[in-house]
């Protein structure tokens, strides 16, 4: 009995040792990160973030802000990590990305049905239109080498590109269905818009970690409950839950 009670007690001292707290931050991103009606932060990043921390003894809380304070928050290391960024090399200088993403996004144009704009995959063909995007969002190697010849309105959030382009101040806004389409229901314009194809490239979001803190550890624990996960199938399960469709892939 005796041996039994200091084993049990050894096993909560090393848990109480190794058990953690860490912080992650993100923005509001519709199926990714967002509130319900309670406030409580739900979304496909924040279960698997939850899942995985659950899964090694830590303790997570995670809070929405503006995307541009939450990458500021990471790269200062106030935060541990935000969830869903995109890769870019700037973000690699002061983030460590996650082994694999989470989820995937098409980036698409958007406009009015009745728009005489022109788009089959060469930015060439819209230096003449003015371009809705979202401050602080990566839109793929392609538009960052024909940015500086394009006219482009950056605006906050992806509902102020298209309240811009109702009100004909951009000819174009360039986001993911999963952020337009809601913001196209709750405006009730989907007889006044359109998607064009083909699509601009495909981003993938990632878990990025600061580089401010000593997180090495964590990460590849992260990692690795995160690959088990994927191989469990739990990943592509809970992309289905929210109407996502998921490929792990490089």
Request: glycine content about 6%.
């Amino acid at each position: 009995m005796k041996s039994t009670v200091i084993a049990v007690l050894a096993f909560l001292c090393s848990f109480s040792v190794t058990a953690k707290s860490y912080y992650f931050v993100g923005s509001h991103f519709p199926a990714i990160l967002e509130q319900d009606q309670q406030g409580t932060v739900i979304g496909l990043g924040a279960d698997i973030a939850h899942e995985i921390c659950r899964r090694l003894g830590h303790e997570l809380v995670i809070d929405i802000m503006p995307l541009k304070r939450a990458l500021k928050m990471v790269e200062q290391g106030h935060a541990d990590a935000i969830i869903g960024p995109y890769k870019s090399l700037q973000r690699q200088q002061y983030m460590q990305f996650s082994a694999l993403p989470f989820y995937e996004d098409p980036i698409v144009f958007f406009t009015k049905k009745n728009s005489d704009v022109t788009w089959a995959g060469n930015f060439a063909s819209l230096r003449k239109d003015v371009i809705g995007i979202t401050r602080g969002w990566n839109y793929g190697s392609e538009f960052k080498r024909n940015k500086s010849s394009l006219t482009l309105s950056e605006v906050a959030s992806v509902k102020a590109s298209f309240l811009q382009l109702m009100h004909n101040r951009v000819d174009l806004v360039m986001t993911h269905p999963r952020a337009a389409l809601p913001i196209i229901d709750d405006l009730s314009i989907s007889s006044k818009v359109i998607m064009l194809s083909p699509i601009i490239t495909v981003n993938q979001g990632y878990y990025g970690f600061t580089k401010q803190r000593e997180l090495n550890e964590f990460i590849d624990d992260f990692n690795s409950e995160f690959n088990k996960m994927l191989i469990s199938g739990d990943i592509v399960q809970l992309n289905s839950k929210y109407g996502l469709s998921f490929v792990a892939r490089e």
